[in-house]
């Protein structure tokens, strides 16, 4: 079946362990897990693939809801008379109704995918463009995807919060995939700010070239870019970038491509909707700094962290306020 190939082992070994756990999926994790399958189906169908991750965070709420933990389904079909598989009872607008009960959560975003193709009621979505995300979106709610009278706006309120409209079109445009397993980096390379690791900084998306991270501007490196060619593109004075980046110009690394390259000061602390990160395997202070875009030495502080220590796997480190005292 086409689908197996459709996700990595890697991504297939994330999703087993978040099922194993009890610990919610957040929005982000969940965006990683499905990426690349939305993005193959918006090349099966031309469903956009920011539309299909906002439905799935919606419906499913971000892997969490009963229906997907239960029977993988992210996207809340219900049988219709159609369904011949398993079948699950679940109260929505009535109590007890029926919904489809998928072996894998692939399973599920490939049915959502027949579901609408299959469907007159849908057609007319798919005469527009696959990076028109707000016309899908007023298309689904005016066919009746969902009975929300704002399901519209919820969702290009999601897209737009996370970005997603980039995977349409990157996708479109035939950009590569960012490799993010960077092999080969030098020892010295990792003396300072925490154990600094260019591969823990690189953007795991297609092929962004500017956005901005917790209102703070950032360019993503291409093949070739310097700090100075860098520096120098963007009219930076020669000690910007480097301290942006919470890196000394003595102990600057060589840049890789996919590496995010903040183009403004980092801010005091993350982003509202971030209250704390917990620590994953190979991550360091600076790595997790640059992905909050919090400014090393503010995130030191939140934790009352002094040296440039590696915080073990599993800690909570405190993002926007102070870590209590023990």
């Known amino acids: 079946m086409v689908l197996k190939s459709i996700i990595t082992t890697t991504t297939l070994t994330a999703i087993l362990f978040f ?115 707000k016309g899908w979106a007023k298309g689904l709610k005016n066919a009746g995807y969902a009975t929300n009278k704002n399901y519209d706006k919820i969702l290009i309120q999601l897209i737009e919060r996370y970005q997603l409209y980039l995977y349409d079109e990157e996708t479109q445009s035939g950009k590569t995939f960012v490799q993010t397993n960077l092999k080969n980096i030098s020892a010295n390379q990792a003396k300072e700010t925490g154990g600094y690791s260019p591969e823990q900084a690189v953007v795991d998306i297609y092929t962004i070239k500017r956005g901005e991270i917790n209102r703070v501007e950032y360019v993503v490196a291409e093949k070739g870019d310097t700090w100075q060619s860098l520096t120098k593109k963007y009219n930076k004075l020669p000690w910007e970038l480097y301290r942006y980046n919470d890196i000394s110009r003595e102990m600057s690394a060589e840049i890789f491509p996919g590496q995010i390259i903040y183009l403004q000061p980092k801010r005091r602390k993350a982003d509202i909707n971030y209250k704390y990160h917990i620590v994953k395997e190979g991550e360091t202070l600076w790595s997790i700094s640059q992905k909050y875009a919090i400014k090393l030495k503010h995130l030191k502080r939140l934790n009352r962290l002094t040296g440039n220590e590696t915080p073990e796997v599993g800690t909570k480190l405190y993002l926007r306020r102070k870590k209590p005292k023990s």
């Open 19 to 133: 099922q194993a756990s009890a610990q919610k999926i957040t929005t982000e994790d969940y965006i990683l897990l499905y990426k690349d399958i939305a993005i193959a189906e918006m090349k099966r169908t031309g469903i956009p693939a920011s539309i299909k991750l906002a439905q799935g965070i919606l419906e499913s709420a971000s892997g969490n809801s009963r229906l997907a933990l239960k029977a993988n389904n992210h996207f809340g079909i219900k049988c219709h008379g159609e369904w011949t598989g398993e079948k699950i009872l679940h109260d929505d607008d009535h109590p007890g109704e029926c919904f489809r009960v998928y072996s894998k959560p692939e399973e599920s975003f490939f049915d959502h995918s027949n579901f609408l193709v299959s469907r007159k009621r849908y057609a007319d979505l798919f005469q527009l463009s696959s990076t028109d995300y």
